[in-house]
């Protein structure tokens, strides 16, 4: 399957895509907010057709201990809306520490402060997608469940 996976923030969505055999998560890009959910979504929407995702992916920021604060209910939102109004699945997993661990990662490769910076979002999404596709690994999911 292939997936498109968002990290939301905000301000700016990081997005990340994996390849139909879901052997890799990439960084694929970032766009910036438009302040009303309903553009957000179109937009959303627009990169699942353009990328011909099967399902779309989004990161919830649970704390630390796993409870859902005022971030992840605001994430959760927008995947409802974002689900009333796609024609593929959308699915929430777990992205803990994910944008930390992106930055780690960038910051071992060499990449200034500035250059993270601006890829920090889409690097979050690819780890957020790279956990998923390990996870459904894990458990065998078949190529075309949505687990």
């Known amino acids: 399957m292939r997936f498109l996976a968002l990290d939301l923030g905000d301000v700016r969505v990081g997005y990340a895509l994996c390849d139909a055999l879901e052997i890799a998560a990439y960084p694929a890009g970032v766009f910036h907010r438009k302040g009303s959910v309903r553009e957000d979504i179109e937009g959303v929407l627009a990169l699942a057709t353009q990328h011909e995702a099967d399902a779309i992916l989004i990161g ?77 690994r894990r458990i065998g999911a078949p190529a075309d469940a949505i687990v």
């Open 60 to 136: 919830l920021p649970l704390s630390l201990n796993g409870d859902v604060g005022p971030q992840a209910t605001k994430v959760q939102g927008f995947a409802r809306r974002l689900a009333n109004k796609a024609s593929v699945p959308v699915l929430l997993w777990d992205e803990s520490l994910t944008s930390v661990e992106a930055d780690d990662l960038m910051r071992a490769h060499g990449l200034s402060r500035a250059r993270r910076r601006a890829k920090i979002d889409q690097q979050a999404a690819a780890l957020i997608l790279e956990s998923y596709l390990a996870h459904r």
